[in-house]
C-alpha cells in the first residue's frame, strides 16, 4: 500500500465518494498521532476532522501538560498514587505501557521540533506541550508529510458496515459547502473526543460525543460513564478550565471572608446558594513568571476585564466536562485499542481511560498521554488490519445503520431546545455532583423521554443535520452516565453518591453500558481481551 491518492476520489454532484485503508475520524492529538501512525505503516490514511484538524478541540485551545516520569525510581509511587485515586479499576500493565509510548512520541516532537522549555539545569520540560496551538500545527504538518489527506469541516454523521457487521467506513458532511461524503475504508478509527455538552468550557465546542453514538449505532460498547461528572474552576466572566493555579489560591466568600475548605465539591456546595471568590494570591513572584510563561491564555480574560488574578479578587464558576476531563467512553478490548466492533477503534478522549485512571480524572495529563499512545497502537493496528483484508475491503456491500435523526419523517424537532435540556439534567451541580438515586432516577426517566421524542425525528433543514447529530449524541452520553451512576451503588473516584457515601469492596469492578432505545448496563466479568 501507498500514501493516499488524491485521484482515486471523485465528485459527483454535491456528494464526494472517497476511498482508504483507514478513515480516522477526529483531528486532534489522538487522531493525528493515529493517522500518523497508519500512514506510516503504509496506509492509505483518510482524516476527517468536524473543525479544522490543528485549530479545534481542546488542546488546540490550550494545551496541556502530559503524563511523564522523567525519573525511573518515582514510576512505583507515581503509579500507586494514580491507583489510589482511581478506586483501583485501573492496569498496572496498561499505565505502564502508556508512560512507555508516551515518552517515545514525546522524544519524536523533540525531533519534529517541538519548542519545549527547558529547567535550571537546561534540559528539555518533556511534561508540559504548553503551546497547544504549536503542538496541533505540529501534528497537522506531520500528518500531512506523510500524505494523510485531511478533509477539514467534515464531520463524520455516520458509519457504514459491511454484511458481516464489520465497520467498513462512514458517511459525513462538510459544514461549510454542504457537500455530502461516503468514504470506504478497511478500518475506522475514532478520535471525536468526548463529551462536554456544549458547557462553554474552553476548545469543548466540538465535543458534543458524536464517537460514542456513532459506534453504539453499530453495536459497540461503553466502559467507566459513571465517571464523567468532571467540572473545572474557570472564572465566572470566562471559559479556560485549568485548574492547577487554584493551588495557589485563597477562597472567599463574598464578604471577603475566607473559605477554609477548597475542595471543588465544597466549592460546588457553596455556589448552589451564594458566589465564590478567588485570589491566586499565596504565588511568589517565580511562580508568578512560569504561570504567565506556560499558560497565557489562562490571563486573557483578565486582562481583558482590567483584573489582576495575583491581588484583586475575581469571581469563579465551575465548568462541566463530562467525560472531555472524565474517564468514560468507548470499551476497548485488546492492545491495539480495537472495540468489540470489527474494523472500529477507539482513542484518546472517545475511549474509556479506566484503564490508566480508574474512575479518577484523568485531566490534561493523563488524558494527553493516553491520547498520544492510543492513537498510535491504533494507526499500527488498523493498517495491519486493512493490509490483511487486502484489495477487497473496499469492494465490499455497504450498509447505513438506522441512526437516530436521520431518517426522514413528518415528526420535527428543534435541537436547541433539546441541547437545553439535556443541559438541564447534566450541568447542575445538585444533580451530577451531589448524585442522589432520586436526582438519577428522575433525570434519567426525563432523558429517556427525549431520546424518544427524537429517535425516530428529524430536523427542518439539512443544514441541521450536523446539530441534529450532536444532539441525539448527547442525549445518549447522558443516559448512558446517569445508568451507570444508578449501578453503581456506592462512592468511587469521581462518582460520589450521597445516598452511598463510602467505598465498598465488592463493587470494584468497571462497568459496561450501551443500548440506544434500552440502554443496559453490567458488570465487567472477562476484563480486556474479551468481546463480552
Known sequence: MSAYNSKLASTIGSHSDLEADVLVIGGGPAGTWAAWSAATQGAKVILADKGYCGTSGATAAAGTTVWYISNPDNREAELSKRETLGGFLSDRDWMNRVLDRARLNLNRLVEWGYPFSRDDNGDLYLSSLHQGAEYMRLMRKQVKKVGVKILDHSPALELLVDADGAVAGAKGMNRQTGEHWTIRAAAVILATGGCAFLSKALGCNVLTGDGYLMAAEVGAQLSGMEFSNAYALTPAFASVTKGAYYRYATFTYEDGTVIEGKDRRDIARILLTQPVYACIDKANEEEKSWMRTIQHNFFLPFERVGIDPFTQRF??????????????????????????????????????????????????SPNAAWASASGDWAGEAAALYARQIGSQANKRSLQRIDGATLRPSNNIFEPTDIIRAVQAEVVPYDRNL????????????????????????????????????????????????????????????????????????????????????SVWVKPEKKGIGSRE
Open 315 to 364: 469571581p469563579i464558576t465551575l465548568r462541566f466536562e463530562g467525560t472531555v476531563r472524565g474517564t468514560g467512553g468507548l470499551r476497548i478490548v485488546d492492545e491495539t485499542c480495537a472495540t468489540s466492533v470489527p474494523g472500529l477503534y477507539a482513542v484518546g478522549d472517545a475511549a474509556t481511560r479506566e484503564l490508566i485512571c480508574g474512575g479518577a480524572s484523568g485531566g490534561g
Open 434 to 517: 451531589f448524585r442522589t438515586e432520586q436526582g438519577l432516577s428522575e433525570s434519567l426517566k426525563r432523558l429517556h423521554e427525549l431520546w424518544n421524542e427524537i429517535r425516530n425525528a428529524s430536523v427542518k433543514s439539512d443544514q441541521q443535520t450536523i446539530q441534529a447529530r450532536e444532539t441525539a449524541a448527547m442525549v445518549a452520553t447522558a443516559r448512558w452516565m446517569y445508568a451507570t451512576a444508578l449501578k453503581r451503588k456506592e462512592s468511587r473516584g469521581m462518582h460520589k453518591h450521597e445516598d452511598y457515601s463510602q467505598t465498598d469492596a465488592k463493587q470494584k469492578h468497571r462497568l459496561l453500558s450501551g443500548g440506544l432505545d
